[in-house]
């Protein structure tokens, strides 16, 4: 039996099954909204169509046809941050939003299957997903300085849907308690709820931490590198790594700092600590971490928190994409694709005490 998180927390997409849209209707929505003659290359993604658009002058878009699920305020909140960022910090390497043929920012067009979505252009920004190469660390540094100026950008911005229960969210994890139940491995379900109680103890505490909207997903998936751009000799001196892209603002949320930081330390784990010893687990997380700190500060106490949250988030990404893969079979691949390194990274935090893990990174 499949089982829901609970009340309150904001499912959306990740619960919304749709026909994916091919390629020739993408042409359509391009050509109908935005005017534009383009050829488009569909491209993963967990739970919307999103398509490479390229015209013939050589131009290449984003186009993105919403999940269902997916509100008009969730995507608004998406493009007023990138317009913010565009006002306010115009030297980070985000994508920029263009508007319609009637000068909207968000469309509602009508699918082949009948179904109301919304749709969004946007620039393509060029380089090689982090996420299918080993980054360095020249470029862990640039990314945790990047992670910090996003963070320093975004301090003064506000917005309606800002204050949504995600469930990417980590503060939220409480939640997703009741997805502990269908986890069929027995072993895992136990390191699941040890892990989980862990978390539970520490809420009083995370509760606490300074919040603002955050990107919430720095992951390896929505960072992208131009290789071809760097400066050995600038990068082994700590400058700039050419980090050409930061990506996928759909899980923008007001949360914790501490939280934030957390996901861009957990994209920096090991991906084979499986079958072999590990001393320090966060040994490149913590290149990272020492780039985001050239820029802007965290307290002792977020700092202490903070090897905790990237449990929380082990703990929440396998709850979720379990459940999502059973859901959505013919997705699974993509739904899975970091789940299984996470187990051992999950044994071992919960080889150590809480104590040792709070003073990992002090």
Known sequence: MDRSPGAGIDLGALSTPFTPM???????????????????????????????????????????????????????????????????????????????????????????????????????????????????????????????????????????????????????????APLLADVEDAGQRRALETGFARFMDLRPRIDGLRRQVLHNDFSRSNILVDRSLMDRSLMDRGGPARVSGIIDFGDAVETAIAIDVSTALLNQLPRDAEGREVPDLLAEARQLLAGYLEIAALTDDELSLIPHLVMGRIVARALLSLWRARMFPDNSRYILRNTGQGWAQLDWFLARGADEVSALLL
């Open 22 to 176: 091919d390629a020739a209707q993408a042409a359509r929505v391009a050509r109908d909204v935005y005017g534009l003659d383009g050829t488009p290359q569909r491209m993963e993604t967990e739970k919307d169509d999103t398509f490479r658009l390229t015209v013939p002058d050589g131009r290449r878009f984003v186009l993105k046809i919403a999940n269902p699920g997916e509100s008009h305020e969730e995507l608004d909140l998406q493009v007023s941050v990138l317009r913010h960022l565009e006002r306010h910090a115009p030297d980070l390497p985000v994508p920029r939003v263009f508007a319609d043929l009637r000068g909207r920012a968000i469309s509602g067009i009508t699918d082949a299957d009948g179904t109301r979505r919304n749709v969004r252009l946007m620039s393509f920004l060029a380089g090689t997903v982090l996420d299918t190469i080993r980054p360095d660390a020249g470029e862990r540094r640039e990314i945790g300085r990047l992670l910090a100026r996003l963070r320093l950008a975004l301090a003064d911005f506000t917005h309606p849907g800002a204050g949504r229960v995600l469930a990417w969210d980590v503060r939220q994890l409480p939640l997703l």
